[in-house]
């Protein structure tokens, strides 16, 4: 019995940490470049909205 259960906590452990390792690489892979465009998209927003008003400053 004491094999079993030595197994059986070893396997949910690897189960474990083999998910926390997919969900981490899809964060790295899909996510963050998805924020980082998002991020730069605003910078390019904020630039092109402070160039329009200094262009019409009378």
């Not at 605003?42 to 400053?57: F, V």
């Amino acid at each position: 019995m004491k094999q079993f259960n030595t197994g059986f906590l070893l396997g949910v452990v690897t189960t474990i940490s083999a998910a926390a390792g997919c969900f981490y690489a899809f964060k790295k892979n899909v996510v963050e470049p998805i924020e980082l465009k998002e991020e730069l998209n605003d910078k390019h927003r904020r630039r092109a909205i402070r160039k329009m008003h200094s262009a019409h400053q009378g």
